[in-house]
């Protein structure tokens, strides 16, 4: 019956030494084999062969924590670390982050949470998403602590904590302000108050709302929310519920210090990236931003180079033609790693500390750079795809608000579309 399929944990230092899975706690079996929740594998440093790799620095991910801290003036820091943590690896993030005193973690989805705790992660962490399905139980087992806005969710956790006995289960209340995706409306509010009350099995420690618009260039947006959601606290303290953290800050609410109430749920500045307003970064200029580290690198090489005549083409269906004779490097990183196709054409990656254009369509697996203003170039030197580099020609960065505005979509998906296929080395520094 033993047959829980476990995550190999990629928590590996640049000297490829991995965290022992067995030091995760061992946990109880509640659904049959076939139900039970499955984590995917990604390929695990030990066995890469190919030289793409994405670098996580786990300084600058407390150095952000430490910036972040001071931005939220009092209030809990919950680290986001859904969708693998940004794409960094969730495990070792947490690790990382709890072993810097982080005050807890909020994650999307229940699976997010169970991996969390196989990692050894003992810290409060909210299930943010509010869809339970089959995990109720689940829930309550790994301690993790949901966010309620529906009466279904209410009668299944008083009922499973009825059948268990002892201590009320603390959930979250989610209320509506602006955002319509989930939780309850305000006006809505004082008879989902009166079905709490009808259900003792549950305690609300927390009030929590999402902000819209956190980076629009106005704040009016902002403070719409904020004054429906200090209505909903009101209105929730007049029958007699008064939650001990009210939160609803995201990254760019933190960095504007608006909204910080009791607790922040800051998720890419942990990430050392500063929401944009107007395509100027939050952390331009602005003192204390400038503290947040990126922290992550994507780095390939180049595996194969050509010399490639005036007027001839390269890649599928011809995009680029050579204006010059030119020298053509392969690098082995395409759509299929995450790498956005839309770069087809657009952006550049770094060589020997200099930036190298795309020559012609992302492929799945490899994409063309011209390196013609790149004498010297030859196969196995770095390819920076993300990050900085330092090399002959000078020193120089890529930033994710760059390859963003080039794939013509925002930080928060580059991160997240980096693929399995992709290992991710962690350095202490
Ligand atoms: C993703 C998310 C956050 C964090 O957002 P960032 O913009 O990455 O800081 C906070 N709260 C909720 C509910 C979220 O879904």
């Not at 047959?3 to 659904?31: D, G, I, L």
């Not at 305000?186 to 079905?195: D, K, Q, Y």
């Not at 790498?339 to 020559?359: C, Q």
Request: charged share 25%.
């Amino acid at each position: 019956m033993q047959t829980r399929v476990r995550m190999r944990y990629e928590a590996t230092t640049m000297e490829e030494r991995e965290f022992s899975v067995s030091e995760a706690p061992s946990v109880p079996e509640f659904a049959a084999p076939e139900e039970r929740i499955m984590k995917p594998r990604r390929a695990a440093p030990a066995d890469v062969v190919r030289p793409t790799r994405a670098e996580v620095s786990l300084d600058a991910l407390r150095c952000n924590l430490h910036a972040i801290r001071q931005k939220a003036a009092g209030a809990k820091v919950w680290a986001v670390l859904k969708a693998d943590a940004y794409g960094h690896g969730a495990p070792a993030v947490a690790r990382t982050l709890e072993r810097a005193k982080v005050d807890g973690f909020c994650v999307a989805l229940v699976e997010e949470g169970v991996e969390l705790r196989e990692a050894g992660i003992t810290g409060p962490i909210l299930v943010m998403g509010g869809y339970y399905g089959r995990a109720y139980e689940e829930m309550l087992a790994r301690r993790l602590t949901p966010v309620v806005y529906d009466r279904e969710h209410l009668e299944t956790f008083a009922r499973l904590v009825r059948a268990r006995g002892g201590e009320p289960l603390a959930v979250h209340l989610k209320v509506d302000t602006g955002m319509a995706r989930l939780g309850v409306r305000p006006e809505e509010i004082p008879a989902f108050a009166e079905a709490l009350a009808a259900h003792p099995e549950l305690r609300v420690e927390g009030l929590m709302t999402h902000l819209a618009s956190a980076d629009a260039p106005t704040t009016e947006s902002l403070e719409h929310q904020q004054s429906r959601f200090e209505a909903t606290s009101k209105t929730l303290a007049l029958l007699g519920i008064r939650p001990t953290y009210r939160h609803a800050a995201n990254s760019a609410a933190l960095l504007r210090e608006m909204a910080r109430y009791d607790a922040v749920r800051p998720g890419i500045a942990l990430f050392g990236v500063a929401p944009t307003i107007d395509g100027v970064s939050m952390a331009a200029g602005s003192g204390r931003d400038a503290d947040l580290v990126p922290s992550l690198r994507v780095r390939s090489e180049i595996i194969a180079l050509r010399d490639v005549p005036a007027g001839e083409t390269v890649g599928y269906s011809g995009l680029f033609r050579t204006s010059r004779p030119s020298r053509i490097a392969t690098v082995a990183m395409g759509y299929a790693d995450g790498l956005a196709r839309a770069l087809t054409n657009r952006g550049s990656f770094l060589v020997r500390g200099k930036r190298a254009p795309v020559a012609g369509a992302v492929s799945m697996d490899m994409t063309m750079i011209d390196v013609t203003d790149h004498p010297g170039a030859v196969l196995g030197d770095e390819v920076v795809i993300l990050g900085r580099q330092e090399g002959p020609f000078g020193r120089d960065e890529i930033t994710l608000d760059e390859l963003a505005a080039h794939a013509g979509t925002i930080s928060w998906e580059v991160l997240t579309h980096l693929s399995r296929r992709v290992p991710r080395f962690y350095r202490e520094a």
